[in-house]
């Protein structure tokens, strides 16, 4: 079917920067939503950034301002840059998407990557 795979994390001092990539693979005609969820220890998941087909973005509030996602249709990638990296931003990163069309099945989803780990600290 679908299948997500993230690339980018890693240490990174606060105020510093990543860019966090993910890709879909399968024989995918179209996704209709694909972007970022995150989850720290201890903690909720909560939406970092979602890019849908229509080019709309949606950012959690936390991370308004400081981090841009954007995405490469033809490639099925999405890309999520993080500037201004504090300490609460430490947490498993996920990819994520939903409506995928593949080999002419829709599937509604939502599908999950394996998450990428960020880590803020000094």
């Known amino acids: 079917q679908v299948q997500l795979g993230e690339s980018g994390g890693g240490l990174v001092q606060p105020g510093g920067s990543l860019r966090l990539s993910c890709g879909a693979s399968g024989s995918i005609s179209m996704i209709n939503v694909m972007g970022w969820y995150r989850q720290a220890p201890g903690r909720e998941r909560e939406l970092v950034a979602l890019?849908?087909?229509?080019?709309?973005?949606n950012y959690g509030d936390a991370v308004k301002g400081r981090f841009t996602i954007s995405n490469d249709s033809d490639k099925k990638i999405v890309y999520l840059q993080m500037n201004g990296l504090k300490p609460e931003d430490t947490a498993v990163y996920l990819c994520y998407a939903a409506g995928v069309t593949s080999d002419g099945v829709h599937y509604r989803g939502p599908f999950w990557g394996q998450g990428t780990r960020v880590t803020v600290s000094s």
């Open positions: 890019f849908s087909r229509t080019g709309s973005t």
